[in-house]
């Protein structure tokens, strides 16, 4: 969970905020109504109320966004920004907005909840006519040359090898993972091939459905292939964009796609690319020809996970309550207005015997009461 030092560094970062500041300046009108998801700290609330908005509603389940009211307060608009200190998805407001404000990527716009968030906010809180900023985000990748990332990535392998022992299985997880790039920022000079788009987020209309692309990679300079940078270029507002290409100083990475192994080309070769990812960004997959080899990755075979785990995931499979499972629902029944936040607590954690266990069990009902109760 960001802290409020998190919100405050994506606010310092010039180029994101001068983009989005002109173009809430141009869509907020006076007597808008605005909605802000992801509020954190509330910068774009406080800049939607100050172009003229009557009303924003700020939402975010961080506890950052208590800190909202009182600044609101300092900045004379008190009367103007209501915060929601929950999920956009769990909000039910009085009015439509004019305009939505957001920017809840990660180092790729495919991150966790944020294009399914987009999707419910337009279709249950934008008004017919309203705007969504950002726009629409465009995406790039390239082959790069990038010793320094591969160095912090070999690590996980070549500890165990300098003890004499085999670490294939390690390798092939690491190289079947998704990165970003701040063990090593890569630089615009690390791009060896031509940046190529393979895909437009437009928000307006965006479904959800998985990106696919394949398509041709020329070097423009010789020089050794360790992976694939991907970046975006995110259209804020009609002629007011910024990108987060190799070379640029923003507060997001770019994401690293490794190769199986780094491979010498020359200038004038093509690299074959087929690239495909969820809206979750939950499974990449990534297919390159290139130099007479071919590889083929995946998420899928980077992340450690046992034949249970794959069974749960199976459409077919037929659930039970697992022991923490079947705790939550009794945790979720006493929930009913009659029982105090101890009783419910005690009740759990005494059906264990005294020790390490029974307080870790009074943790977890609390957690439970904290994200389900009202």
Known sequence: MYSVLDFGRMAADAV????????????????????????????FSLLAARAGAKRVHAIDPNPAIFLLPELARENGVGDRIVIHPTTSFEVELPERADVIVSD??????????????????????LAPGGVLVPLRDRLFVAA???????????????????????????????????????????AAS????????????????????VVDATLALPFVRG?????????????????????????ATLVYARAFLPLLEPLRVEAGETAKLTLRVDARGDRWAWETELS???????????????????????????????????????????????????????????????????????EEAREAIARYGS
């Open 16 to 43: 994101r905020m001068d983009a989005y500041a002109r173009a809430l300046a141009r869509a907020v009108r006076p007597g808008s109504v605005v909605v802000d998801i992801g509020a954190g700290t509330g910068v």
């Open 104 to 125: 809840l990527r990660g180092v790729s716009p495919f991150h966790a909840d944020h294009v399914a968030a987009i999707r419910d906010a337009r279709e249950r809180l």
């Open 144 to 186: 790069v040359e990038s010793p320094g990332m591969w160095r912090s990535l070999a690590r996980a392998w070549e500890s165990l090898e300098a003890r004499g022992l085999s670490a294939s299985a390690v390798r092939t997880s690491v190289l079947n993972t998704l990165y970003n790039d701040t063990a090593a920022p890569l």
């Open 190 to 209: 690390d791009v060896l091939t031509t940046p190529a788009s393979w895909g437009t987020l437009d928000y307006a209309t965006y479904d959800g459905a």
């Open 223 to 247: 020089g050794t292939v360790h992976g694939l940078a991907l970046w975006f270029e995110a259209q804020v507002a009609e002629g007011i964009a910024y990108a987060t290409a190799p070379g």
């Open 292 to 362: 007479g080899k071919r590889f083929r990755q995946s998420t899928f075979f980077g992340a450690p996970t046992s034949p249970d785990a794959l069974l749960r995931e199976a459409s077919t499979h037929r659930p039970t309550l697992s022991a923490r499972g079947d705790r939550t629902r009794r945790v979720l029944e006493a929930m009913d207005g009659r029982h105090t936040v101890h009783e419910i607590v005690e009740a759990i954690a005494t059906s264990t015997p005294e020790g390490a266990l029974r307080t870790a069990l009074r």
